[in-house]
Structures are given as C-alpha cells and as structure tokens.
C-alpha cells in the first residue's frame, strides 16, 4: 500500500567490490495490510557483510526495528479528516454490525456490517468529515474501538492564493483585495453604499400604517 520509504542506504565510501550498490537502498519499509514490512538488502548470514557478528551494531538496530515496528501498530487510530478509517478485528467478528459515533453528536450514529478483507473482518468507514473523537462500537463487544480525524495541517497554510483559487472564490463570496495604503474600513463602507436604504423604507411603511390607522379611525366615529 503506497511506495516504499527509504531508510539507509549503501555508503559510497564504504562499497569496496561492490560499487554498483553505491547509494542504493539498504533497507526499505513498506506498509502493507494490517502491518508493515522492513526489507534489507542483505542475506542473514555472513556471506554478503559481517553485519550480525558485530554485536554492538546488530543488536541495536534490531532493538530499534521491532520498536519501530510496534510503535507504529496503531497509526492507523490517526488520520485526516475527510480520509478512510480502515480497522481489522478478529476473525470471530465477522458479520457483526458496527455503530460510529461521531465526534460531539452522540445520538448521530451510523452503522456499518463488517465486511471480510483477506479473511479477516474489516471496518470502512469515510464519513470523516468533522474532526474530533470517533467511537467505533461492534455488537456483543464491550471495548469500544476509538480514533481520531485531525484536520490537514496543510489548511492552516499562509500561502498566497493562487489566481484560479482567487477566482473560485469569488464565484461564491465578495473579494476585498488589500494593497499598502488602502484603509480596509473605507473600502467596506464605499462596498456597503446603497445596504442601508431598508431604513427610508421602514419609516415610510410605519408612516402609512399610522395614516391608514388615522383615517380608518376618522371614517368609522359616529355621525
């Protein structure tokens, strides 16, 4: 599931016989499924390195795959608004039905039946649209699965707009363009010129009401 990430790679220094392996990848992670695997470019006996007979580098780095490994398992509890959440439960879960509780509306639920993906049961759900704390409940279970939609940190970016953003835009809303020089409160008011003719209007309605009330009441007294 999506390209490999690069880790190490091949010291060009250090490539004595080997010299075609110079800066090619060493070691590469990948996710895939559920999990996630970390391929080296290497044998495990001594036949291409000496890497696993020096224990103060072999062990090390071991220590810090598997941590790398399980530090990661729950990333997936983690994403974007507006991306899938993709969760896997045991085999005994299948064709259970699921309640997602969005963030800050617990009586909007929506349910979904978990569906099998490679043999085993699996929860889609992309109705992620508002950020917050999801909980996710399976029927006959009683630990609730919970994770979180951040919003895209790329939103929060103070770019310029581009001319097609500005012109998408302006499709939808009033642009006010700020330039040095230019008070942003004349340029609403002079944009604002013509809002407030509602108030003429109103008093002339409550004048003819009050004259309408006047003359009924003088054409109704008795003669």
Known sequence: EGAPRVILNFDKSQMQGAEALAGKPAIMERAVGAGRVILFSSNSNTKWNDLLVQAHLAVPLTQRVLAS?????????????????????????????????K????DAKDTRKLEMTNRQPTLEYDHTDVGGAYEVRIAGDDKPV????????????????????????????????????IVLEDKLKTDRVGIELWIPFVFMALLLAAAETLLAHWFSRSK
């Open 103 to 106: 963030p800050g509306k617990k």
């Open 69 to 101: 490994l399980v530090q990661r398992q729950d990333e997936h509890l983690t994403i974007k608004v507006g991306d899938k959440f993709v969760h896997r439960f045991p085999a005994d879960f299948s064709d259970r039905d699921a309640t997602i509780i």
């Open 146 to 181: 919970r994770f979180a939609a951040q919003a895209d940190p790329a939103e929060s970016r103070l770019d310029q707009l581009t001319e097609e953003q500005v012109k998408l835009i302006g499709e939808n809303a009033q642009i006010v363009e700020w330039k040095p020089g």
